[in-house]
């Protein structure tokens, strides 16, 4: 598989998009080693609680979000976490891989994000419900943890 295609999307180009051109304000982040760190707090609707998330992108992998506070499986009570490729830490399942839906040549900012914020509503609905209403394919899990440094 080649690492850059025409058309995909620097990392450079990733990082200048959420730091300048997103509509979601916030979040801080840096390069190293040829990949995007990005540390962000939001909110899923105005009367949710604030989670911080840190994304990671090293091409030719896709990006990984994680939820680093507050602690999703002690918000769950114990309860296994839906919809996510690990559950610790928590790393959200927003796509299915290899099915087009994410691609290099789309935005971060555009699509990881705003899924995040999406998967985060119905994290909190989930809470409630016991009902996962967010839809999607539920992955088997794997430790994630070794992607996050």
């Known amino acids: 598989m ?11 180009q990733q990082y200048h998009s ?3 051109s997103s509509a979601l304000t916030g979040g801080s982040g840096f390069i190293r080693r040829g990949a995007l760190h990005w540390q962000i707090e939001i909110a899923p609707s105005p009367l949710s609680r604030f989670y911080s998330l840190k994304i990671y992108y090293k091409p030719p992998a896709s990006p990984t979000v994680v939820v680093t506070a507050p602690d999703l499986v002690d918000l769950a009570g ?4 839906p919809h996510v490729y690990s559950q610790q830490p928590p790393t959200l399942c927003l796509y299915l891989p290899g099915s087009g839906e994410w691609r290099p040549t789309m935005l971060v ?6 899924w995040s914020i999406l998967w985060l509503f119905y994290f909190e609905e989930w809470i409630d419900s016991d009902d ?4 999607g394919v539920h992955p088997k ?7 996050l440094n």
């Not at 690492?3 to 995909?8: A, K, N, P």
Request: charged share 30%; net charge positive; glycine share 12%.
């Open 109 to 114: 900012e555009r699509t990881i994000l705003p």
């Open 2 to 12: 080649p690492r850059f295609r025409s058309g995909d999307l620097t990392v450079a």
């Open 78 to 81: 114990g309860r296994k976490l």
């Open 141 to 147: 899990l794997k430790n994630a943890a070794n992607t």
């Open 132 to 135: 996962w209403k967010g839809g």
């Open 18 to 20: 959420l730091r300048f």
